[in-house]
């Protein structure tokens, strides 16, 4: 939803990157002129998978004519996640600039603060980091009236016993500037896959 963050949560294989791939390809049918900004942690997004989708879709008859949509994809792959926060940074000065973005997607949120502090020690400098950068996207969406969705990785509570123990990772860091929150699952052996809606405002608790 335009000015809000929404996260797109679930284990590996159960569908985030698809859902969100599905997403980018409306919003860029929806806005001729638009540009989607794309955060690639993870190297996961496969362009051919949009053409797919446009092709199933019929919005496009061969992989010719997708190539104008895929040039409305602005993809960036940092390695660290210093250069992600910058790459956040610089998406705020395109907006500025007057660039149509009408769509950011970072996939995955936090895997690069992950993999760079393991270490018991470096947990506070982490989540230091992490806080400002869910502000930043917050304010980002807010003013330029555009969605974010912030795709995460999961881990099983070994303390949970009677509800779900799958938590998306990053805790309150990541969680509480989010509007809506999606657990996203894959279903059966046929490649299918669910989206549950976690959290929104729309249906705040009492």
Do not use: W
């Amino acid at each position: 939803k335009a000015g809000y963050l929404t996260e797109f949560y679930g284990e590996n294989g159960s569908g985030k990157t698809q859902l969100a791939i599905s997403t980018l390809v409306n919003c860029l049918v929806q806005n001729p002129d638009s540009t989607i900004a794309y955060i690639d942690t993870e190297g996961k997004l496969k362009l051919e998978r949009v053409v797919g989708i446009l092709i199933a879709q019929g919005i496009c008859k061969a992989e010719e004519e997708a190539e104008a949509y895929l040039n409305r994809i602005f993809v960036m792959q940092p390695n660290t996640a210093e250069s992600q926060l910058a790459q956040i940074t610089n998406i705020s000065a395109m907006l500025d600039e007057k660039t149509q973005i009408k769509l950011l997607v970072i996939d995955s949120i936090i895997s690069l603060f992950q993999g760079e502090y393991l270490e018991r020690g470096k947990i506070k400098e982490k989540f230091n980091m992490i806080k400002p950068m869910m502000r930043k996207l917050k304010i980002l969406a807010e003013t330029y009236k555009i969605p974010v969705i912030c795709i995460n990785t999961v881990y099983k509570s070994p303390h949970i016993t009677f509800s779900d123990p799958v938590i998306p990772a990053g805790g309150n860091s990541v969680g509480h500037p989010l509007a809506y929150r999606l657990k996203v699952r894959s279903v059966g052996t046929g490649g299918k896959h669910r989206a549950k809606l976690i959290k929104a405002p729309e249906y705040a608790d009492d």
